[in-house]
């Protein structure tokens, strides 16, 4: 069974530039998280749907920060316009249901200088 | 709202012999817990978990142990081998699988 993809793996953007991850979860996995890991912290859950609908966005900064889930499958975090403090991995997990475990993806480094 | 806490960053054990990591919460909400295990460039892998009803739980060499009215619990690896060296995360779950992680515990096994 493939794992959770995301791509990119890295990316190095200026503050104030736009920047789009993405992520593909396991297959039949109806739900899906997006995670904000800063260096020396944990995880921190920044949304979570159920199938295409939202079920949990209250950690989102929704000034600069947006995703969505169109299909119900792939998902796109988009972070317009980027601050320094937004530098993190971002991690993208997919569960079977909301109440199943959580696999998680390898993450998108983001630098913002 | 640090509601999940790992107070030690750091430990360091020999080959062979026992790895104990702890952790801490606040929410009494919190109905599941987890570990999870972090290699560099890699996404968090699940490990092992328990649920708030019990106070063990073991699969192979790795056993949580769940202390409700401490809101405490710990990871045993025993024994430990060199390939344990990684990050370890503690989460827990209330409300819908919202997940909460603590800031991890870097494992490094010596040989």
């Known amino acids: 069974e493939a794992g959770v993809a995301q791509s990119p793996r890295y990316k190095i953007i200026e503050k104030r530039q736009s920047v789009a991850f993405w992520c593909n979860p396991i297959?039949?996995?109806?739900?899906l998280y997006w995670y904000q890991q800063i260096l020396g912290q944990g995880p921190k859950l920044l949304i979570q749907?159920?199938?295409?609908?939202?079920?949990?966005d209250s950690q989102l900064p929704k000034d600069r920060f947006s995703a969505e889930r169109l299909k119900g499958v792939d998902s796109t975090l988009k972070i317009q316009p980027a601050k320094l403090e937004d530098s993190a991995v971002y991690l993208c997990?997919?569960?079977?249901?909301?109440?199943?475990?959580?696999?998680f993806g390898p993450g998108t480094r983001l630098t913002v200088l | 709202d640090q509601q999940v806490k790992q107070n030690s960053p750091s430990l360091s054990v020999q080959e062979g012999r026992i790895s104990i990591l702890n952790c801490d919460y606040t929410?009494?909400?919190?109905?599941?817990f987890l570990w999870y295990k972090k290699y560099p460039a890699e996404g968090p892998t699940f490990l092992i978990s328990?649920?708030?009803?019990?106070d063990k739980n073991e699969d192979g060499r790795f056993t949580v142990f769940l202390n409700k009215s401490a809101k405490h619990l710990s990871l045993h690896i025993v024994p430990s081998q060199p390939g344990d060296s990684a990050v370890y995360f503690c989460?827990?779950?209330?409300?819908?699988?919202?997940?909460?992680f603590g800031a991890g515990t870097r494992l490094t096994v010596k040989p």
């Open positions: 929410n009494s909400m919190f109905d599941y």
């Open positions: 989460a827990a779950i209330y409300n819908n699988n919202d997940m909460r």
């Open positions: 297959s039949g996995h109806a739900t």
């Open positions: 749907f159920q199938n295409n609908g939202v079920v949990d």
């Open positions: 328990i649920s708030s009803i019990k």
């Open positions: 997990a997919s569960s079977r249901s909301r109440t199943d475990t959580q696999y």
